[in-house]
């Protein structure tokens, strides 16, 4: 069965950077696309970016344009996001999910990471 | 503020049937296709429906979707007391080039 197992929870202080881990299994993972999402406490879904897990191709979001990067590793089926200049308001739950058929996003979904940027 | 727009809150009682509203535009729901996901308190969202009204395996068949023009509806009918989650809409948005969600709606059965 498809999961994704991601990496512990992490404290940062601002202006500090952050590397979440996405291990997945049970599929072939060069055969879709994996999305973030992240969730401030008490709030919605954002859908931050996404990459082609077959050739790295990168899609984010224009607000976080310039702050994030999405990454993969074939060799270990692990997708990582990487978040710098971290601010308060960067606290949240942050969630890889695989997509489905035709780039439809959100198939599958990691536990979450809880990131928490304070000083 | 979210891009697609959904109530807040919705509430109904065991055994009733409840409807979820998405409101979006030409350049999200009324070019792509929905998915809905439910997020129970404490979890990881789960897909619900995909392409508007597709129910992955295991979903049972009282959730039900449908979109028409630039709005998208979920519907719950014989509703339990395991369906209080909050429940949120997505759809690719052609003007952003990115996904989108709305803003979630909490179910409370009373």
């Known amino acids: 069965q498809v999961q994704l197992v991601q990496s512990e929870a992490a404290v940062k202080k601002p202006g500090a950077s952050v590397k979440v881990s996405c291990k997945a299994s049970g599929y072939i993972f060069t055969n879709f696309g994996i999305g973030w999402v992240r969730q401030a406490p008490g709030q919605g879904l954002e859908w931050m970016g996404w990459?082609?897990?077959?050739?790295?191709?990168?899609l984010y979001i224009q607000r976080l344009q310039g702050r994030v990067t999405m990454t993969t590793d074939r060799s270990t089926s692990t997708a990582y996001m990487e978040m710098r200049s971290l601010r308060s308001d960067d606290t949240a739950v942050y969630y890889c999910?695989?997509?489905?058929?035709?780039?439809?996003?959100?198939?599958?979904w990691g536990q979450g990471t809880l990131v928490t940027v304070s000083s | 503020q979210s891009v697609l727009t959904q109530p807040p809150s919705v509430s109904g009682t065991p055994g009733q049937r409840v409807t979820i509203s998405c409101s979006g535009s030409?350049?999200?729901?009324?070019?792509?296709?929905v998915n809905w996901y439910q997020q129970l308190p404490g979890t990881p969202p789960e897909l619900l429906m995909y392409s508007n009204d597709q129910r992955p395996s295991g979903v049972p068949d009282r959730f039900s979707g449908s979109k028409s023009g630039t709005s998208a509806s979920l519907a719950i009918s014989g509703l339990q007391s395991e369906d209080e989650a909050n429940y949120y809409c997505a759809t690719w948005d052609g003007s952003l080039n990115a996904w989108v969600f709305g803003g979630g709606t909490k179910l409370t059965v009373l």
């Open positions: 990459i082609n897990a077959d050739n790295g191709n990168t």
């Open positions: 999910a695989r997509d489905g058929d035709s780039s439809s996003a959100g198939h599958y």
């Open positions: 030409r350049s999200n729901i009324g070019s792509n296709t």
